[in-house]
């Protein structure tokens, strides 16, 4: 597989060195980068990978390289800038940052591209679980989705919940966040990519509650949410380790982009 990447931090370069011990085929990667680290991403792949390699400044250049599949890795600004000239030119996208598709405008843009383009977006699990069963329950009827969001306090510093609590003084978990999908995508963009997911899954942004806690007794990111359908009900509660080179990421959101890869360069995908 030739394989895109739009941005090269935490997530890229963890995958690239999961990719690598998986063994998967990758024959050629394709970086999208910003111009001002451009020479130190070229750095940065040539240590994580030993095969044909490349990095752009602007997508028209990726494009134009055709890789097979793109995995978006960069931001919210990057999905409006990049992830809809990738789909248009047909080219499969895997959007990462997915809270940036709370926005309706860019949802729309993103799908019409795609449809433009005869490509399709990929959304993956991300930093939770269970987005399967989410959406295949969908045609069966879903009565509720309810998401709690629960991380220790300083984990919330330079969100608006510092105006709402005093997080370096909590004893206590405390809910500083009660609320619909997409109040809490637009009131806490930075941490909008897993409720983003949910709603996209099942009972979309109005339809889905959020809660966001600030919890003293946890040390990782605990997400846990219960779903009320027709077919089946479930809850799931996943303890998410931070990514070593950014806490913000839990580094499941990593194994979920590289078992998109693999999924994809393997004979069995599961
Ligand atoms: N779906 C999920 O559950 C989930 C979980 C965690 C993170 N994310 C998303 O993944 C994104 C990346 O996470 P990370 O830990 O790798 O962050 P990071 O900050 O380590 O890396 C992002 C990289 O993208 C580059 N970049 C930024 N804007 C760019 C642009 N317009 N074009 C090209 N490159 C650009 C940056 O220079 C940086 O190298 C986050 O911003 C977040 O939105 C999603």
Request: with cysteine; glycine share 8%.
């Amino acid at each position: 597989m030739h394989l895109g990447l739009i941005g090269y931090g935490n997530i890229a370069r963890t995958l690239m060195g999961v990719l690598a011990r998986e063994n998967a085929a990758i024959t050629q990667v394709s970086v999208l980068s910003l111009p001002e680290f451009a020479a130190a991403t070229r750095a940065a792949l040539a240590q994580d990978y030993t095969g044909k390699a490349m990095v752009y400044a602007d997508s028209p250049a990726l494009i134009d390289a055709r890789p097979d599949l793109v995995v978006e890795c960069a931001g919210h600004a990057a999905v409006q800038a990049h992830a809809t000239a990738c789909l248009r030119a047909g080219i499969e996208t895997v959007i990462v940052s997915i809270g940036a598709l709370a926005d309706a405008t860019l949802l729309a843009a993103v799908e019409q591209a795609a449809a433009a383009g005869g490509a399709r977006i990929v959304l993956p699990a991300g930093a939770i679980g269970g987005v399967d069963i989410l959406s295949a329950l969908r045609p069966s009827g879903i009565d509720s989705v309810t998401y709690s969001g629960r991380k220790p306090p300083m984990a919330w510093s330079g969100t608006p919940a510092e105006d709402l609590v005093d997080l370096a003084a909590l004893t206590e978990e405390t809910v500083f966040f009660s609320g619909n999908a997409r109040d809490a995508a637009t009131q806490y963009p930075k941490n909008a990519n897993v409720a983003a997911t949910l709603a996209l899954a099942g009972l979309g942004f109005e339809g889905t509650q959020v809660r966001l806690i600030a919890d003293p007794a946890v040390t990782r990111n605990i997400h846990e949410y219960t779903v009320q359908a027709g077919a089946a009900s479930y809850t799931i509660r996943i303890e998410g380790n931070p990514s070593p080179d950014n806490p913000k990421t839990s580094v499941t959101t990593v194994y979920s982009v590289a078992r998109e890869v693999l999924n994809r360069t393997r004979k069995v995908a599961i």
